[in-house]
């Protein structure tokens, strides 16, 4: 097969950083090639290259064998390069058809749109790759997983026979996925090829052909897919072994301690976002709540923190009705919480980790005397926790914002355990983080269960709720669907729940 | 010469050294600018900036006259600091000064007691009527949203207004423009006389008086709770992401309100500070004095640290006082000296552009990776 895209010898340089030095990259007419690594190496920024959001500082680009300069995404529409963004960009008021024809639409005389045509364009494109959508639907109407295939048959429209997607599988459910496999083969037996962005090993090995890995800027290697197994992959992508299944025992409950009985509360744009949500936890256990993304997670998060108001609803902690307490007095009475988004709710950029590392606990003993910040006591809090938690930094005195994601979440975990909660809340706690530091993560996780604490684990990614949970509760629109035993979850019945065909089962 | 900037001294040095850098080069580039205007209008700019130089600095009652100047700016400068510190912008330093203005008179002449009742009694009242006129619109922030720029302007008006109708009336003293003159039991003492190291002979001729070691010991304390408390920690958390200390159960809402009175009160102790010292009373305002405006371009070249509010301060106090003798002594109009704190207020804010522009491009250079 010959290569429709060559990158030979990429680099780009930002002010200061090499994201892509000297890369590589060859796209083989009806493939599928992933491209693989970690969060900030460099594999979104190459892409960004090719579809013209970037030029390279240095380095050539081979369409079908031709060498182009590609200074604009138009200039790759024309070239037959199409991008699907990892958020989507659609009109959301606008039908399914309008958007896939925005920018290039049939016209009749004078401008005005030619309905029919549009219809009939999209219908025969839909059939086309057996993608088949509603064209008449409102985008702000039909699910994730279709809006993904009008952004795709957006591309198809423009004559993409490229295809770049980034990160496409993460705001999917499963069954999503294996949709979106599909329709992936079906598109390379067109004759299309398609680059295939994400950070995720499991899904390299069911959907690519072949894979390059990129680690910090540079191409590790690119292999057939068939021939490496995932801890292959894995240790190419981080660069040492990494034990990817988490070590742990069977879990020991024991009496409910945390409760949450129909949870109604408002998102910030005064719409419900919990809608009757309940479920309780158990000391010694790690609950999981799985979901797609923007059914209500963040704010279950934030109600049960005290940092959103409920509009109806009980939440019970150690026999206490802690509805209407502040967040602080929660924290007094040992709860802990690892926020969604580290750098808005969990860290103080500006403050130096010393300062970061006792938010919260900062009015008590042994960091203030009276209103006296005790700062001997605070440096020496903070150093033990860095040599504990083994957060990468120069010393105790560093402003958080400088450093890496993944240290920044050590030093949220750090403060946060250090407290030694009776119950953890821990909201999306790898996102971002590279896999060395999920490994770590996880592991504190269950030590923190093991130690007789109780978990409510709210994540994403479905992987990580399966691996860690004991019990696992799907939530969807703002109700928890269903209360399954880990043991006897599967990906499927899981997948089904999350997309709302919920069976209320007993725990 | 890459050996020398990568030297362990340097890197040490440049931290502190980038906090001073460009208010000095603000300063001089102001000071040459005036100077261009200067020619402009035929003065002699070398001639008038010596005398800018010896009517402030070159003798000791002249230095004590500067300072005299410099005093309400320290106050109204840490006021601006210290809001600012928990991400608000206070500009009712105008009319906090008032309200201090006003308390002080009242509490000054139409109360009598003892000395060591009086002028605490009199301060105290003082940092009442301004916690209250910094901390309402610091509770409309905190409750309803109200921003507290729109709220503190409408607040300046009110207090100018209300105060001037309470000087022709209640508060009159007939005759006069003016409140009475305030009990000598509520006023401080000039520096001349003091019976100590000789300052009568020293301090002779100049107004300096006590209120100024006031506003350093204030100075010291706002240093005090920002840094060293368990207050300013969540002040200062509330500034830099109020999410953030939302989070670590702090109430943005409580601290809002006490950064705004506190704030506030600064501001009033520097209109007590024109009554209780300078003027033993107030008189009937025709604007507004300047003192609380003057306060922002102190604490944003002041780098809303005190230290750099108390220098700040005490160059602008030089430049107002060498503005008149500027103009009597070299012939250069005053209004050269407007131009010049200008140039110096436009500088350190572009310094602050500049290096937000400098942040967006590392932040999109992150988003990148």
New interface residues.
């Given amino acids: 097969m010959p290569n429709v895209i060559e990158m030979k010898g990429i680099t780009k340089i930002?002010?200061?950083?090499v994201?892509n030095d000297n890369i590589n990259f060859h796209l083989k007419k009806g493939e599928i090639h992933a491209l693989l690594g970690e969060n900030?190496a460099?594999k979104?920024?190459l892409m960004k290259i090719l579809y013209g959001l970037?030029t390279q500082t240095s380095g050539d680009i081979f369409v079908n064998e031709q060498k182009v300069w590609i200074d604009s995404p138009n200039k790759a529409i024309e070239l037959g390069i199409g991008m699907v963004h990892q958020h989507f960009m659609l009109v959301q008021p606008f039908t399914v058809a309008e958007n896939i024809v925005l920018g290039a639409e049939p016209t009749k005389e004078l401008g005005i749109l030619h309905q029919k045509e549009i219809i009939r364009q999209v219908e025969e494109i839909s059939e086309q790759y057996g993608l088949m959508v509603d064209p008449h639907a409102r985008i702000q109407d039909i699910s994730v997983g279709m809006q993904q295939r009008v952004e795709i048959l957006k591309a198809l429209y423009r004559g993409a026979d490229i295809l770049i997607l980034d990160e496409p599988t993460a705001v999917l459910t499963p069954q999503e996925v294996r949709e979106l496999t599909s329709i992936m083969e079906k598109l390379t037996a067109e004759g299309k090829s398609i680059i295939f962005i994400t950070h995720k090993l499991k899904e390299v090995k069911a959907i690519s052909d072949r894979v390059t890995v990129i680690r910090r800027g540079k191409v590790i290697g690119t292999v057939n897919t068939n021939d490496v197994d995932v801890r292959e992959l894995a240790r190419m992508m981080v660069g040492r072994e990494v034990i990817l299944e988490v070590e742990k025992q069977e879990a020991t409950p024991e009496e409910v301690i945390f409760s949450a009985e129909n949870l109604h509360a408002l998102n910030d744009r005064g719409l419900p976002a919990l809608d009757g949500a309940t479920f309780d936890v158990k000391v010694g256990e790690i609950l999981g709540i799985a979901g797609v993304d923007g059914n209500g997670q963040t704010e279950l998060t934030e109600v049960l923190?005290g940092?959103r108001s409920l509009a109806s609803g009980k939440v019970c902690f150690k026999g206490e009705d802690v509805s209407r307490l502040?967040?602080?007095?929660?924290?007094e009475r040992g709860m802990a919480?690892i926020?969604e988004d580290r750098q808005?709710?969990?860290?103080?950029?500006?403050?130096p980790l010393s300062?970061n590392m006792i938010?919260?606990h900062?009015?008590q003993k042994p960091?203030?005397r009276g209103?006296?910040?005790n700062y001997s006591k605070i440096r020496e809090n903070a150093r033990g926790l860095i040599e504990e938690f083994d957060v990468r930094t120069p010393n105790e005195e560093v402003e958080a914002k400088n450093l890496s994601g993944g240290n920044q979440q050590k030093v949220i975990i750090a403060r946060e355990f250090s407290r030694d909660p009776d119950l953890l809340i821990a909201a999306q706690p790898t996102r971002g983080v590279d896999v060395g530091a999920i490994e770590f993560i996880h592991k504190r996780i269950v030590e923190q269960r093991d130690a007789g604490k109780a978990v409510l684990l709210i994540s994403l990614e479905l992987d990580e709720i399966l691996s860690l949970s004991d019990r696992i509760a799907v939530i969807y629109e703002g109700k928890i669907v269903g209360i399954v035993d880990a043991k006897d979850a599967t990906e499927e019945e899981l997948g089904l729940m999350m997309a709302g065909a919920g069976i209320q089962q007993g725990r | 010469m890459d050996r020398v900037l990568n030297s362990k001294l340097v890197k040490t040095i440049t931290p502190w050294m980038s906090n001073l850098i460009v208010p000095i080069l603000a300063v001089l580039f102001a000071l040459i600018i005036g100077g261009i205007f200067m020619i402009m209008v035929d003065a002699n700019p070398l001639e008038a900036y010596t005398v800018l130089f010896k009517s402030s600095f070159g003798s000791t009652k002249n230095f004590f006259e500067t300072l005299v100047n410099a005093t309400p700016l320290i106050f109204t400068g840490l006021s601006v600091a210290f809001a600012f510190k928990c991400g608000l912008f206070n500009i009712g330093g105008e009319g906090q000064f008032i309200a201090g203005y006003i308390a002080a008179a009242w509490l000054g002449a139409f109360f009598h007691m003892p000395w060591y009742f009086h002028i605490p009694f009199v301060l105290l009242g003082v940092i009442v009527a301004g916690a209250i006129w910094g901390g309402v619109p610091g509770l409309l922030k905190a409750k309803l949203g109200v921003h507290e720029v729109i709220s503190t302007i409408m607040f300046n008006y009110t207090a100018l207004h209300l105060v001037n109708y309470l000087i022709r009336t209640v508060l009159v003293d007939p005759g006069y423009a003016s409140t009475p003159l305030i009990d000598k039991s509520a006023r401080l003492l000039r520096f001349y006389q003091i019976d100590f190291l000789n300052l009568r002979q020293i301090a002779r001729g100049s107004r300096l008086d006590l209120t100024f070691l006031i506003a350093l010991l204030v100075a010291f304390i706002i240093y005090w709770i920002l840094w060293?408390?368990?207050?300013g920690?969540?002040i200062?958390?509330v500034g830099?992401?109020p999410?953030?200390?939302?989070?670590?159960?702090?109430?943005v809402a409580r601290n809002t309100f006490l950064a705004m009175a506190i704030s506030g009160a600064l501001s009033a102790l520097a209109g007590a500070s024109q009554v209780i010292g300078l003027q033993g009373k107030a008189y009937q305002l025709f604007g507004f004095i300047g003192h609380g405006f003057t306060g922002i371009a102190v604490a944003l070249l002041g780098k809303n640290h005190p230290v750099g509010v108390i220098l700040a301060a005490i160059l602008f106090g030089t430049l107002q006082r060498g503005a008149n003798s500027m103009q009597s002594v070299a012939g250069v109009p005053k209004e050269v000296i407007f131009i010049i704190q200008a140039i110096i207020i436009f500088f350190v804010a572009s310094d602050y552009v500049i290096r937000k522009i400098y942040r967006q491009?590392k932040l999109k250079?992150e988003e990148?990776?």
Wanted: without cysteine; hydrophobic residues 35%; positive net charge.
């Fill in positions: 930002f002010p200061g950083v994201a900030g460099g979104t920024t970037y923190t940092l502040t967040t602080r007095k929660r924290i919480h926020p808005k709710r969990g860290l103080i950029l500006d403050y300062l938010l919260g900062h009015y960091f203030s209103i006296n910040l | 060293k408390t368990n207050i920690y969540e200062r958390a830099h992401n999410s953030a200390a939302e989070y670590g159960g702090i109430n491009i250079k990148v990776e």
